[in-house]
T-cell receptor
Framework: AQSVAQPEDQVNVAEGNPLTVKCTYS??????LFWYVQYPNRGLQFLLK??????LVKGSYGFEAEFNKSQTSFHLKKPSALVSDSALYFC??????????FGKGTKLSVKP | DSGVTQTPKHLITATGQRVTLRCSPR?????VYWYQQSLDQGLQFLIQ???????AKGNILERFSAQQFPDLHSELNLSSLELGDSALYFC??????????????FGPGTRLTVL
């Protein structure tokens, strides 16, 4: 079965500190992995994706993600968090039908 | 702005009614996906259309249907509405060049409230 897990419902960090939002996945075949961010009452914004190649993927707004095949993980990171990064983050592998598979998401709260 | 538009932004209706949600994909994108986001179920895939044809089906109820028109806009029809259908409905579009690497770009969503 194809699935995704974000083990933390909420992550709290102080502004200026590094942040990590964890994601593990289970898909058949080669994984295509995406991160999206959702601000309140808004649609999902694409941050970055892993298709193949370098395990460290760089994306929008200073975010990056590390793909680890052996641990089936794709953690989202940022070296220095901003208050404006506070939002709901979704890790989403691409399913065999082409659709994105979403978990419950992780709420990131960055305090000044 | 993703380039995907959805109308209306908000919809309030009563149980038993029928509504139509509209989505216009990004210029050049042939594929449209519909997703439902609710507190109970999270984000769920409903259905995909590619260049006018249904391509994949997810957890879409029989009371729901969709279509994609020749100009590539798509409509999601929800009928015999129940309280539990209250949710945010998103459409996403992608180029769909044949692989699964294409990014899906999401619209702002339609918030449906069933009273």
């Amino acid at each position: 079965a194809q699935s995704v897990a974000q083990p933390e419902d909420q992550v709290n960090v102080a502004e200026g500190n590094p942040l990590t939002v964890k994601c593990t996945y289970s898909v058949s075949g080669n994984p295509y992995l995406f991160w999206y961010v959702q601000y309140p009452n808004r649609g999902l914004q694409f941050l970055l994706k892993y298709i193949t190649g370098d395990n460290l993927v760089k994306g929008s707004y200073g975010f990056e993600a590390e793909f680890n095949k052996s641990q089936t993980s794709f953690h989202l990171k940022k070296p220095s968090a901003l208050v404006s990064d506070s939002a709901l983050y979704f890790c989403a592998p691409r399913g065999s039908q082409g659709n994105l598979i979403f978990g419950k998401g992780t709420k990131l709260s960055v305090k000044p | 702005d993703s380039g995907v538009t959805q109308t209306p932004k908000h919809l309030i209706t009563a149980t038993g009614q029928r509504v139509t949600l509209r989505c216009s994909p990004r210029s050049g994108d042939l594929s449209v996906y519909w997703y439902q986001q609710s507190l109970d179920q999270g984000l769920q895939f409903l259905i995909q259309y590619y260049n006018g044809e249904e391509r994949a089906k997810g957890n879409i109820l029989e009371r729901f249907s969709a279509q994609q028109f020749p100009d590539l806009h798509s409509e999601l029809n929800l009928s015999s509405l129940e309280l539990g259908d209250s949710a945010l409905y998103f459409c996403a579009s992608s180029v769909e060049t044949g692989g699964r690497a294409d990014t899906q770009y999401f619209g702002p969503g339609t918030r449906l409230t069933v009273l």
